[in-house]
Antibody, heavy 121, light 107 residues
Framework: EVQLVESGGNWVQTGGSLRLSCAGS????????ISWVRQAPGRGLEWVLA????????YYSDSVKGRFTVSRDNSGNTVSVQMNNLRVEDTALYYC??????????????WGHGTPVTVSS | DIQMTQSPSTVSASVGDSVTITCRAS??????LAWYQQKPGKAPSLLIY???SLKDGVPSRFSGGGSGTDFTLTISSLQPDDSATYYC?????????FGPGTKLEIK
């Protein structure tokens, strides 16, 4: 059974840092892109970043570029996001999701349950 | 970035009815569009990918259509369990972008 479990969410002051993790199991972890998607309270979904299977390519939304850094440890089946210089608008539930890719089409087929991040002054 | 819009933002229908939600992309996305269902307090769940392909295990009451920039999600024979918010998402190019969501209420 495919499982993704996020951890690391917490309350932090503006300007602070947090490190989120996503642990995958039930599938060949190194073969999949992992994305992070966030959802602010009462709002819609916002894609944040992604990392390819080998960790050699990363992609970021403009809203987090330069502040968030994604990495992965395929020996431990984990993806981590280092979040620096956090802003109030980063407050959200952060989901990690697996990207299933076939023939150039890549969609988010399994999601974790999310980890909450609260940033306040 | 590709902007996604959805309509309606909210829809109310009765058990047994059919509803159609539309999604429009600001640029051509081929057929690389997905639909997700999200129930309160839960993570999103994939329903449809590549505009019209049903994920394994999703009831055939759900169907997707469209191509290019205009897409639809149709839910037929509505059930109480279909009450949720539905999001479209393009994966033609990063950054992936989602529509604002359509909240479906079952009367």
């Amino acid at each position: 059974e495919v499982q993704l479990v996020e951890s690391g969410g917490n309350w932090v002051q503006t300007g602070g840092s947090l490190r989120l993790s996503c642990a995958g199991s039930g599938f060949s972890f190194p073969n999949f892109v992992i994305s992070w998607v966030r959802q602010a309270p009462g709002r819609g979904l916002e894609w944040v970043l992604a990392i390819n299977g080998r960790g050699s390519a990363t992609y970021y939304s403009d809203s987090v570029k330069g502040r968030f850094t994604v990495s992965r440890d395929n020996s431990g089946n984990t993806v981590s996001v280092q979040m620096n210089n956090l802003r109030v608008e980063d407050t959200a539930l952060y989901y990690c999701a697996r990207e299933f890719c076939s023939g150039g089409s890549c969609y988010l087929d399994f999601w974790g349950h999310g980890t909450p991040v609260t940033v306040s002054s | 970035d590709i902007q996604m819009t959805q309509s309606p933002s909210t829809v109310s229908a009765s058990v047994g009815d059919s509803v159609t939600i539309t999604c429009r992309a600001s640029q051509y996305t081929r057929n690389w569009l997905a639909w997700y269902q999200q129930k309160p307090g839960k993570a999103p769940s994939l329903l449809i990918y590549d505009a019209s392909s049903l994920k394994d295990g999703v009831p055939s009451r759900f169907s997707g259509g469209g191509s290019g920039t205009d897409f639809t999600l149709t839910i037929s024979s509505l059930q109480p369990d279909d009450s949720a918010t539905y999001y479209c998402q393009q994966y033609n190019s990063y950054p992936w972008t989602f529509g604002p969501g359509t909240k479906l209420e079952i009367k």
